[in-house]
């Protein structure tokens, strides 16, 4: 027991330095880790503006994207209507002319058949002239020889069409 009594004279003689030197060392613990969390506040911080920044920048990349994809779908759409307008009225003409022909071949058919036939010698050399003029000259030749049959059954109709109707009395 002696030892033990020898151990806590020596621990009081040296507790006020062991504290002083305990006190020093938590003192710079204590400075150590503020410092730490200082440098992990700036890190932090730096952080946080270098993702609002690349944040930033995605949504205007995002938007450029997005405006340019909207600025090419309207002039596609604009094109489509376009060429859709020009078609419609392209087709509304052919049809418009094919009705003004249909409507004025239909009194000739109601012409007595003398008319009909005094009209047929003339009619034939119009008919026959008008498909080769109309085709390209590469079928011309193809298109007379095809053409006369139904030269003859058009030219019927086309010059009958022509002539003013008979006044009625």
């Known amino acids: 027991m002696a030892i033990l009594d020898r151990i806590k004279k020596i621990f009081k003689k040296n507790s006020p330095e062991v504290a002083k030197v305990v006190g020093h060392i938590a003192a710079d613990v204590a400075k150590e880790s503020a410092e730490v969390v200082e440098q992990a506040k700036k890190t932090v911080a730096e952080a946080t503006k270098k993702a609002e920044a690349v944040a930033t920048k995605t949504v205007r990349t995002s938007e450029k994207v997005a405006t340019k994809a909207i600025k090419t779908g309207e002039k596609v759409a604009s094109t489509a209507v376009k060429t859709a307008s020009k078609t419609a009225q392209a087709a509304t003409k052919t049809a418009a002319t094919k009705v003004a022909k249909a409507t004025a071949a239909k009194p000739a058919a109601k012409k007595p058949a003398a008319a009909k036939t005094t009209a047929k010698p003339a009619a034939k050399t119009t008919a026959a002239k008008k ?11 193809a298109t007379k020889a095809a053409a006369k049959p139904a030269a003859k059954t058009a030219a019927a109709k086309k010059p009958a069409a022509k002539k003013p109707a008979p006044p009625k009395a």
């Not at 003029?133 to 590469?138: G, I, L, Q, R, S």
């Open 131 to 141: 498909p080769a003029a109309a085709k390209p000259a590469a079928k011309a030749t």
